[in-house]
Each structure stands twice: as structure tokens, then as C-alpha cells.
């Protein structure tokens, strides 16, 4: 498969395509033997890239995990304001560059996926899989059948309709406190930015916690907070279901 070599870099955990496009313009990068220019295809069969003089190929192990992503952490690999990530949790448990599997916000905890399978990952994020994403939303006070309904056919935000979702009233529990806490079970399928919480706000409701407990078949399952876990084989076939849609 012919590929630009900024994305063959990046597939092969060297850098990211603007960083892997600053090794190429700085001379680092040979293809067969001579200087990388930006925009050229690499054959991923035939030819020969190396990086300051070590070569780099595509990884011919894949790994696939889960964790139970913790409140308080970004999806990114770096962040300007110095906020915790993902891939800090990582250290020590893996020894190759993954990528993640879509995101979660920094207020939202739950289930996230991983892989150094970055094709995989790629498709996997492109909307057109339009796969199901189920979250558990903790909210103060109570929530109607009429609220769950407007969540249903799809709230107004700002004068933009959201997408179509499943809302279903899990329980309510009376906190010592007196004050009364309700869980909702959302199942959505597509990933507009902090969709979830933005749905919520627009029916008057305040979100205690957010959690994603599902992507498809593949569940969180008894992971505590920050732990990580490889995909059974059962949950890998799920996931190739899922990419060769």
C-alpha cells in the first residue's frame, strides 16, 4: 500500500505528520538512501526508510487495550497547559507508540481504546462507522419521561438540532444529604463535541458525572479507574467487525 511519509512516520510511531514533516524538511529522513522531500509515497513492501540512520517499519505486532479513563486527564499526547494525559497512565505497560480510538473530554471518565494499528485506528474515527457509544450520565435531581423524550427526537442547541439518541432512566438514589440523584443511560452514535453534555444543559440539567461504559459490544467491564486491560479475542472480533464495514 503506497502512503504519503508523513503518515508512513506517524503509522510507525516515529512522530506525528507535523512533526514527521519537520524531521523530513531538517534532512533526517531517507527514502532508499536519499533525502525525504514532503509529499513523497513510500511502498510500505519495497521501500526503505530510515530515520537519523535506523530504519522504521510499520509494526507487524498489533496490541489493542482498554482503560477506564479517569476524570482529570486529556486525550492528547501533549498539552500546552501542563494538564495530565492518557499516555502518562501508559508508561511502564507498554513499549510502543498507540494511538487512541476517539477521545473523551477531560470532565468525562470511562472506557477509551488503543492500538499501534494506526490505519485501524484512522477508520475506526471516521464518522461514517457511526458506531453506537453508550454513557451512564449521574445528574442532580430527577428527569421526566417528557425530558427523556425531547432527548430522544434530539434537542436544540443554539438553534442546531443534535442528533437523534436512546435516553433511557436507569435509577434515582437519595443521597444522605436529602438531595436526590438520577442516572441516564444515553446511547449515541454520532461524536459532535462534549455532544452528551451539551444535550443535558439544554433541558436544565446538571451533570455530576459522565461516564462511557461501551463503544459497540466492547464494555467497560470491571476495570477500575486507570486501569488498562488487552481486548479479548471475542472484543477484537467485535472490532474488526466494526473496520471492515
Known sequence: MNMRINKYLDLCGVASRRKADELI???????????????????????????????????????????????????????????????????????????????????????????NDGDMAQKLMHPSHEVEKTYHVTIEG??????????????????????????????????PNGKTVTKVSIKIKQGQNRQVRRMFEAIGKEIILLKRVAIGDITLGSLKRGETKPLSEKELSILNEIYYI
Open 25 to 115: 524538511v531538517s534532512g533526517r529522513v531517507l527514502l532508499n538512501g536519499k533525502k525525504a522531500t514532503l509529499g513523497q509515497e513510500v511502498d510500505e513492501r519495497k521501500d526503505i526508510v530510515t530515520v537519523d540512520g535506523k530504519e522504521v517499519k510499520l509494526a507487524s505486532n498489533y496490541i489493542y487495550i482498554k482503560m477506564n479513563k479517569p476524570k482529570g486527564y486529556i486525550c492528547s499526547e501533549h498539552d500546552e497547559r501542563g494538564r495530565k494525559t492518557v499516555f502518562e497512565l501508559l508508561k511502564g505497560k507498554i513499549d510502543t507508540r498507540v494511538f487512541s480510538i476517539g477521545r473523551l473530554d477531560y470532565d468525562t471518565e470511562g472506557l477509551l481504546l488503543f492500538t
Open 142 to 175: 430527577t428527569i421526566s419521561q417528557s425530558e427523556l423524550a425531547v432527548l430522544r427526537a434530539g434537542v436544540v442547541v443554539k438553534g442546531s438540532r443534535m442528533p437523534q439518541c436512546k435516553a433511557d432512566f436507569v435509577e434515582s438514589t437519595k443521597k
